[in-house]
């Protein structure tokens, strides 16, 4: 079956601009996961979603950013008045209900100019 | 403060030969272990895990070893093959909580040398 999707590929933003960032999951994944990649480092955890539900948002950097998941499966990460720092790679990743194992999407690239 | 860490950042290893990368944790709430493969351009992929109950969990060319009085886990990729050439980011987590985030490394870029 499909993996987990994102869209755009990659995104140029000029500063202050608002961006919005796709992630389909794989079907029936209960859990869904936002992750930041800078480059040279690991990815880090921003949110995560069970069904429609955000049960933790502990990692968003800060109020500029904003995700959704209304529906339970598509979940949009908006980020406002984008600044320099939030360039990165954002990664989604999805999982079964109650399995740690976490499936990962190609990403977004994330330019902010 | 890096809860996960990778200390090499490269590693050559000739194909056919023993690849060794290594991970360090200092929280002890984790006890969950994955490894991810991560081509360019591409996202993370899943390969091996291990929860902390174990110390030793094998799939095909793949094994993962855990001590955890050390913190320490380690994934030797045997033999090595050069589509194996990626980075490698080791990840953990505590599974009591139900779903949760996992903490990355900085991952390791394992080259194979023909």
């Known amino acids: 079956g499909a993996g987990v999707s994102q869209s755009p590929r990659y995104k140029v933003a000029k500063r202050g601009q608002d961006v919005a960032l796709r992630c389909d999951p794989i079907s029936g994944h209960v859990s869904l996961f936002w992750y930041q990649q800078a480059l040279g480092q690991g990815p880090e955890f921003l949110t995560y979603?069970?069904?429609?539900?955000?049960?933790?948002k502990s990692g968003l950097p800060s109020d500029r950013f904003f995700a959704e998941r209304p529906e339970g499966s598509v979940s949009t990460l908006k980020i406002q008045r984008t600044q320099q720092e939030d360039s990165a790679v954002y990664l989604c990743a999805s999982s079964l209900y109650g399995t740690t194992e976490q499936y990962f999407g190609p990403g977004t690239r994330l330019t902010v100019t | 403060d890096q809860q996960v860490k990778q200390n090499s950042p490269s590693l050559s290893v000739q194909e056919g030969r023993i690849s060794i990368l290594n991970c360090d944790y200092t929280?002890?709430?984790?006890?969950?272990f994955l490894w991810y493969k991560k081509y360019p351009a591409e996202g993370p992929t899943f390969l091996i895990s291990?929860?902390?109950?174990?110390d030793k969990n094998e799939d095909g060319r793949f094994t993962v070893f855990l001590n955890k009085s050390a913190k320490h886990l380690s994934l030797h990729i045997v033999p090595s093959q050069p589509g194996d050439s990626a980075v490698y980011f080791c990840?953990?987590?505590?599974?009591?909580?139900?779903?949760?985030?996992?903490?990355f490394g900085k991952g390791t870029h394992l080259i194979i040398q023909p």
């Open positions: 929280n002890s709430m984790f006890d969950y």
């Open positions: 979603f069970q069904n429609e539900a955000q049960l933790d």
């Open positions: 291990i929860s902390s109950i174990k």
């Open positions: 990840a953990a987590t505590y599974s009591g909580g139900g779903a949760d985030g996992l903490t």
